[in-house]
């Protein structure tokens, strides 16, 4: 009976109790109360997914991967660029541990921007990895993208996020609800924030040919400069108003 009332008077029925509610809202509620449940359920389902499947994205448990990462350990310890060559060049000996571990990389990126791998999980653990590997290959990515435009594109996408996604509480939410990254709005985001930081700054034209340390800096000085332009908008609109009024 609380509870009948309770809900009655939360949903604004007439009569007070549950029970009064009409047909028309008895339906809706029923058929929102289903989707909320399909959701839980389904959310459910991806995290236990997520579980099941964790350890297949760790590069120490893959033999094979971990072999690529340390034939490949004289640039990446240092982080030294991987030379620039062309792809149907046989010159470059750790050729092949690179493709293998950059095609690995974008499939555990591409897992996760359809929700099927946790990116918490993967920053906790690998973020290190992938942005060592991510800042070395970065020239080489670009040599390939001249035949292959969206080569590896997952695996910069996810990189890009953990370098220097400053995650809005709205992006939080958003993407709680969708249960998975939002890739396309990071990369418009990063790009939009790049073009504005080569007007104000001395940025590349090209982002693959610049320091990831200065892309950095000159993103925090750019959000500084936005949000004191910001607050100078904010103070001129306020003053225009009280001029208005009063």
Request: glycine content about 6%; proline content about 2%.
């Amino acid at each position: 009976m609380f509870l009948g009332g309770f809900l009655g008077k939360l949903l604004g029925v007439p009569s007070g109790h549950i029970s009064g509610i009409g047909e028309g809202y008895a339906i809706l509620l029923t058929s929102m109360l289903i989707v909320i449940g399909w959701y839980i359920v389904a959310a459910r389902n991806v995290i236990q997914f997520r579980r099941d499947n964790a350890h297949r994205y760790i590069v120490a448990n893959n033999k094979e991967l971990f072999e690529s990462v340390r034939s490949l350990g004289k640039y990446l310890k240092p982080r030294e660029k991987f030379p620039e060559f062309d792809i149907t060049s046989n010159s470059f000996k750790e050729r092949d541990a690179l493709m293998k571990l950059l095609t690995a990389l974008e499939i555990t990126a591409t897992d996760v921007a359809f929700g099927l791998a946790s990116e918490k999980y993967i920053r906790a653990n690998q973020a290190s990895l992938f942005l060592n590997v991510y800042d070395c290959s970065r020239d080489f990515i670009r040599t390939i993208r001249k035949r292959q435009p969206t080569a590896f594109r997952n695996f910069e996408d996810l990189c890009i996020r953990m370098k220097f996604s400053r995650f809005s509480f709205f992006r939080r939410v958003f993407e709680a609800l969708l249960n998975k990254p939002f890739f396309r709005l990071s990369r418009c985001y990063f790009h939009i924030k790049y073009a504005l930081g080569k007007t104000f700054y001395d940025l590349n034209a090209n982002y693959l040919c610049e320091d990831l340390n200065t892309i950095d800096t000159a993103f925090h000085k750019l959000e500084k400069l936005l949000l004191c332009g910001l607050v100078v908008f904010c103070m001129f609109a306020v003053a225009i108003v009280h001029q208005l009024l009063w």
